[in-house]
């Protein structure tokens, strides 16, 4: 069963560019999370979804991120303009079960190192 | 305000002795516990997860022990082997949100 992709693995971009990060979860995983993991922290929970519609972005800077994920399967987490701050792993991970519940367990990606000169 | 802490940075064992890392929450609610292992360049990775009815689970030689009235947690790895070496996050979830929230990490170093 192949696991969580994530492209680009490594991006590098200065302050005030816009960058974008995709995820393909496991095949039939309905749930999928974007996480921020900022060096010598644990992963903060961005967005989380639910087929193709948003359960929870209360930690999501909505004023510079966004996310989408067309058609309940692959998502694109998009930030614009970047800041110095934003420099961190953005992970992805995906789990079965439709209601998203945190017992279900969650398959991570190998995330995507940001940094932001 | 950080509800699940992971005050050892790092910890170092020799191999086949016991590996003990700790986890203290403060969110009472929490009633759903996990431990994930992260390899360098990787994502972390499930390990071993409790439920507050329970107060010990195990898997081979993985155990993680809970203790509700203190809010801590903890993971033993028995025997400590050298490709135990990584970052072990804490996570917790619960009081109405299935949002698990980590903490920040334990660097176990194996020695052979």
């Known amino acids: 069963e192949a696991g969580v992709a994530q492209s680009p693995r490594y991006k590098i971009i200065e302050k005030r560019q816009s960058v974008a990060f995709w995820c393909n979860p496991i095949?039939?995983?309905?749930?999928l999370y974007w996480y921020q993991q900022i060096l010598g922290q644990g992963p903060k929970l961005l967005i989380q979804?639910?087929?193709?519609?948003?359960?929870?972005d209360s930690q999501l800077p909505k004023d510079r991120f966004s996310a989408e994920r067309l058609k309940g399967v692959d998502s694109t987490l998009k930030i614009q303009p970047a800041k110095l701050e934003d420099s961190a792993v953005y992970l992805c991970a995906s789990s079965l079960d439709r209601a998203g519940r945190a017992w279900d367990t969650q398959y991570f990606g190998p995330g995507t190192r940001l940094t932001v000169l | 305000d950080q509800q699940v802490k992971q005050n050892s940075p790092s910890l170092s064992v020799q191999e086949g002795r016991i590996s003990i890392l700790n986890c203290d929450y403060t969110?009472?609610?929490?009633?759903?516990f996990l431990w994930y292992k992260k390899y360098p360049a990787e994502g972390p990775t499930f390990l071993i997860s409790i439920s507050s009815i329970k107060d010990k689970n195990e898997d081979g030689r993985f155990t993680v022990f809970l203790n509700k009235s203190a809010k801590h947690l903890s993971l033993h790895i028995v025997p400590s082997q050298p490709g135990d070496s990584a970052v072990y996050f804490c996570a917790a979830s619960g009081g109405g949100s299935e949002k698990l929230v980590f903490g920040k990490g334990t660097k176990l170093t194996v020695n052979p």
């Open positions: 979804f639910q087929n193709n519609g948003v359960v929870d």
């Open positions: 969110n009472s609610m929490f009633d759903y």
């Open positions: 095949s039939g995983h309905a749930t």
